[in-house]
């Protein structure tokens, strides 16, 4: 079975310092892999996902990710954080095709953005 | 655009009592899914459904009901609620697999349940 597995459960950062999130995957299969954010009090929102088409994925908010098979990382990195990138990241993995349809998450990091 | 709709957003229920967290999408989608989020434990499937009248056991089932009589709704039914099932809960759709790609995730706002 996929799973993920997130290093570090808190990241601190100055505003403007670059934001480093570590993700590692374990997967039979080629993977999906997914990073999504949660800000305080609301539902998780998709930040970039990787699909096979690109080993470095650029998402919304300035965010991006490269996937590395040789590591089985899927790291997210933003060069210069913002106050409002303080959130839960999560980073999930699911199967390419067949019929498994679950994503797996990982434990999270939270991010405190220092001004 | 509603998405995903969650009621309700806090419950408090006594140990034993069952109840019904709701979850209804207007996207048409074809797959739904319940995660509990618990501190320092990420997001655990608890069911999911690839279409009405289909449902299939996550990695965290037991104490929790569901069904798929709609597209639209999937509620989550807790029988006897107990402590340890106080939680975050999630509702998720999406459009389904192989569909231009990865399969990504709508998520409602979240319900949050105390079990005394």
């Known amino acids: 079975a996929q799973s993920v597995t997130q290093l570090g459960s808190h990241v601190s950062v100055s505003e403007g310092a670059l934001v480093l999130l570590r993700c590692n995957y374990s997967?039979?299969?080629?993977?999906?892999l997914f990073w999504y954010v949660q800000y305080p009090n609301q539902g998780l929102q998709l930040l970039l996902k990787?699909?096979?088409?690109?080993?470095l994925v650029k998402g919304i908010n300035g965010f991006e990710a490269e996937f590395k098979k040789s590591e089985t990382s899927f790291h997210l990195t933003k060069p210069s954080a913002h106050m409002s990138d303080a959130a839960e990241y999560f980073c999930?993995?699911?199967?390419?095709?067949?019929?498994?349809?679950?994503?797996?998450f990982g434990a999270g990091t939270t991010v405190t953005v220092r001004a | 655009n509603a998405g995903v709709t969650q009621t309700p957003k806090f419950q408090v229920l006594k140990t034993g009592q069952s109840m019904t967290l709701q979850c209804a999408q207007d996207?048409?989608?074809?797959?739904m899914s319940w995660y509990r989020q618990d501190p320092g434990m990420g997001l655990r499937l608890i069911h999911y459904?690839?279409?009405?009248?289909?449902?299939d056991q996550g990695e965290v089932p037991n104490g929790y009901n569901v069904s798929r009589s709609t597209t639209e709704d999937f509620p989550l039914r807790l029988l006897s609620a107990a402590p340890s099932q106080t939680s975050v809960y999630f509702c998720?759709?999406?459009?389904?697999?192989?569909?231009?790609?990865?399969?990504?995730?709508?998520f409602g706002a979240g319900s949050r349940l105390t079990v005394l």
């Open positions: 998720a759709s999406s459009i389904g697999w192989g569909t231009s790609g990865a399969n990504v995730l709508t």
């Open positions: 990787y699909t096979s088409a690109a080993t």
């Open positions: 997967s039979s299969v080629p993977p999906y």
């Open positions: 999930a993995v699911s199967d390419q095709g067949g019929d498994d349809y679950k994503l797996s």
């Open positions: 459904s690839v279409g009405a009248g289909i449902t």
């Open positions: 996207m048409n989608h074809e797959y």
